[in-house]
């Protein structure tokens, strides 16, 4: 990838932020903090890799996007919005009564949602379910799911990493958001992950380690991921920043699931606004 | 002569291998206790179509899950207490939110599983699975009712929880008799008594049936295979034409057949019943029939709650 597609791509992370701080403000209620510590991969996966077509959500050959950690719905809902699922505007209704773009995805109500999920530790086996069908019919989509690393307490990713395992699914990139943060404290202190990479090294995955916030290494390990079709499933394990891109939001556990208010909001843009990389003349 | 006696288990067994034949969609995901749950010839026969993912019950509910997202029909594959509870929210989320085209296909039914004792005995599921929207929830009588009840289940476009059993029971139907989901089968006409009845107990309310016509009482007897949707047409029918019914089933008396068919009486203000099913106790290890006795699901005491509403 050249330096000027790899800008347009950090440029359109830095959008995703936007309307993720933008909607969660208006709407006074969702989850700033992983949504922003995801935002990279989300940019990456609709922005590069996914074959999707907006005008066909449900088109059988498209890749698919499983959002585990469900609560993080923001940045998807915004990278649907910005990729023309819906329009912009309908970001503005996030968690309101009648809205498509509920507080948790549900993959009846908006258009591009693979799965309904908002339960945390369930969305991976789903990814899995779907990765699978593609070997059953010999089909080539593929399929990404976003976990939590405070999901990964649940029993659940790992039983769902067996079955990824035993059916050879390497159409199945799974990225896991290491912010190191979950909602009443940090990992550390509320179950701590050791070694994620480890983990699901032990499980069978092919793991990629990276820094979750720079795009150049989020590109560099989804073309190894995709390009290596040896039978085994892809783990990106992305060592983010819970609230990257807002200063304030940076790390603390406090913005797990609270709104800003006007004054944080306005300090938010101002900061989010000063990421974008002028083009080159 | 001695009734012919069958495990509705096996009527899966047998459906879900010439539903497989037929459409390559038709999954079975396994967890392993497929011999047991009778998909050992659906595995030999259509390995292409068989997934088993170990002993991961949440997880087989989210791989079938995605797997319906793709189009297949996915039926989860366990016994009752962990195909119901060990997994209902990953019903109630990944299943029957997004109204998703998984079956969950459960053996061991009821105290059915007599002698494993208490932890395998489901008498919360069915209740537990008709408070969950889009759920359908069915309990077959027999072999042949369940062989073809499978069928109407795969093509039903949602959600079902299949419940089986992993005793023998009686054969009450012949084969290529027709089922519907949510329509009750009226499998005796009578004007005295209605008693309503689904899965292994529906042929004590045959039994008791005869008994009571014996002494002059006719009953109607229905096979309420679905308890959601309820057949409230077949009900109402029940309350309007005799207004005294009783309920018979292998369940907790909370919340199963019983609580259903009770709250369309409450709502309607008119009708008399009575409740038999498990009376919200859990089992011990011992013989299937005897469990039975301990809670009341006999033909005797079926005959007894038809004479007391009469009374």
């Known amino acids: 990838m050249d330096a000027k597609e790899l800008t347009a791509l950090k440029n359109k992370a830095t959008e995703l932020r936007i309307r993720v701080v933008d909607m969660i403000w208006k709407a006074q209620s969702g989850h700033p903090g992983g949504s922003l510590s995801v935002a990279d991969f989300m940019t990456a996966c609709y922005f590069k890799y996914m074959n999707v077509d907006p005008a066909k959500p449900r088109w059988a050959d498209r890749d698919r996007f499983v959002l585990s950690k469900g609560h993080v719905c923001p940045a998807q809902y915004a990278a649907l919005a910005m990729k023309g699922f819906f329009p912009m505007e309908v970001l503005d209704t996030l968690r309101k009564e009648g809205s498509p773009l509920q507080g948790h995805p549900s993959m009846n109500k908006c258009p591009g949602i693979d799965i309904s999920t908002g339960s945390l530790g369930q969305g991976l086996a ?5 990765a699978l069908a593609a070997k059953l019919d010999s089909k080539e989509y593929r399929v990404f799911s976003a976990v939590g690393d405070g999901e990964c307490n649940e029993g659940e990713i790992w039983e769902a990493c067996g079955t990824a395992h035993k059916y050879k699914l390497d159409n199945l990139v799974v990225f896991v958001d290491w912010n190191g943060l979950q909602l009443d404290g940090t990992c550390e202190e509320i179950m701590p992950p050791v070694s994620l990479a480890k983990k699901f090294e032990a499980f069978g995955f092919e793991v990629y380690e990276i820094d979750g916030n720079d795009m150049a290494q989020v590109v560099e390990a989804m073309d190894k991921a995709l390009a290596a079709k040896n039978g085994l499933p892809k783990c990106i394990v992305g060592k983010t920043v819970k609230g990257k891109g807002v200063s304030f939001m940076e790390n603390q556990v406090g913005w797990h699931g609270v709104a800003p208010n006007d004054e944080q909001y306005k300090q938010a843009m101002e900061e989010l606004n000063a990421l974008y990389i002028k083009e080159e003349a | 002569m001695e009734t012919k006696k069958i495990p509705t288990r096996n009527g899966f067994g047998e459906a879900i291998v010439e539903l497989g034949k037929e459409n390559r969609d038709i999954l079975v995901v396994d967890i392993d206790i497929g011999k047991s749950c009778k998909t050992g010839d659906f595995r030999k026969q259509l390995p292409e179509q068989y997934l088993n993912v170990g002993i991961a019950e949440q997880n087989g509910a989210g791989v079938a899950a995605g797997l319906a997202t793709c189009g297949k029909i996915p039926f989860v594959v366990t016994y009752a207490a ?10 109630r989320q990944e299943i029957a939110y997004p109204k998703l085209n998984v079956k969950i296909a459960c053996s061991h039914g009821g105290v059915t599983p007599a002698n494993d004792g208490a932890s395998h005995q489901a008498i919360e599921d069915m209740g537990i699975l008709r408070t969950i929207p889009n759920m359908t929830v069915v309990m077959p009588a027999d072999f042949a009712s369940a062989k073809a009840l499978v069928k109407a289940a795969a093509a039903w476009e949602g959600p079902v929880y299949l419940r089986f059993t992993r005793d023998a029971v009686p054969v ?22 209605a008693i309503l009845a689904n899965g292994d107990t529906v042929c004590l309310a045959l039994q008791a049936a005869e008994t009571l016509a014996a002494e002059g009482i006719e009953a109607r007897v229905l096979d309420v295979h ?6 409230e047409a077949a009900v109402n029918a029940c309350i309007g034409e005799i207004g005294k019914l009783i309920t018979v089933e292998d369940h907790n008396i909370l919340n199963g057949l019983g609580s259903a068919v009770a709250e369309i009486i409450a709502e309607r203000g008119e009708g008399k019943m009575k409740r038999i099913g498990i009376q919200d106790q859990f089992g011990q290890s011992a013989p299937y029939e005897r469990l039975l006795e301990m809670n009341g699901i006999t033909v005797e005491n079926i005959v007894v709650q038809a004479k007391t509403l009469l009374k």
Do not use: N, W
């Open chain 2, 226 to 231: 679905t308890i959601k949707p309820l057949d």
């Open chain 1, 126 to 130: 789903c990814a899995v379910g779907m």
């Open chain 2, 172 to 193: 009450i139907y012949g084969e290529g008799e027709s089922f519907e989901i949510g329509k009750a089968k009226q499998l005796r006409e009578g004007k005295d008594v």
């Open chain 2, 82 to 91: 962990f195909g119901s509870m060990r997994i209902c929210e990953m019903i």
